[in-house]
């Protein structure tokens, strides 16, 4: 009785359907970085020392900056295309886009886009 109210009330989930999740700005560089923080974490969190968590706090810096660099270049990459194709890019962005990982399709109501149900 429990169980059925719960999936009454809070759904169930369908296997098979999880979604990756990506950024669209993300490279090599990034990815070795946050590689590289995540072995820091797991040493400090297995020693304890005070080293191990020096080493992971410069490493978490590094990760944190390289994620800004790559994002900035990645936005500067797409303002330059928008410059160069501006309606055309706008109009290919608008038309499809991602929300909560499903495509759905975007339509212009005067002035605003809203999405199609």
Same mark, same amino acid.
């Given at each position: 009785?429990?169980?059925?109210?719960a999936? *009454?009330?809070?759904?169930?989930?369908?296997?098979?359907?999880? @979604?990756?999740?990506?950024?669209w700005w993300?490279?090599?560089?990034?990815?070795?970085?946050? $590689?590289e923080?995540? !072995?820091?974490?797991? &040493?400090?969190?297995l020693?304890?020392t &005070?080293?191990?968590? &020096?080493?992971y706090?410069?490493?978490?810096?590094?990760?944190? *900056?390289k994620?800004?660099?790559?994002?900035?270049?990645?936005?500067?990459?797409?303002y330059k295309?928008?410059a160069?194709?501006?309606?055309k890019?706008?109009h290919? @962005?608008?038309?499809?886009? $991602?929300?909560q990982?499903?495509r !759905?399709a975007?339509?212009? &109501?005067?002035?605003?886009?809203?999405? @199609?149900e």
């Amino acid at each position: 009785m429990v169980i059925d109210t719960a999936r *009454e009330v809070l759904g169930e989930s369908v296997p098979g359907k999880y @979604l990756e999740k990506e950024s669209w700005w993300w490279n090599e560089e990034v990815g070795k970085a946050v $590689e590289e923080k995540k !072995q820091a974490w797991k &040493e400090w969190k297995l020693s304890g020392t &005070e080293e191990d968590r &020096e080493f992971y706090r410069n490493c978490n810096k590094t990760c944190k *900056e390289k994620c800004g660099i790559a994002r900035d270049a990645a936005y500067e990459n797409l303002y330059k295309e928008l410059a160069d194709n501006g309606p055309k890019m706008i109009h290919r @962005l608008a038309t499809t886009t $991602e929300v909560q990982g499903h495509r !759905q399709a975007l339509f212009r &109501e005067g002035w605003r886009w809203k999405y @199609l149900e």
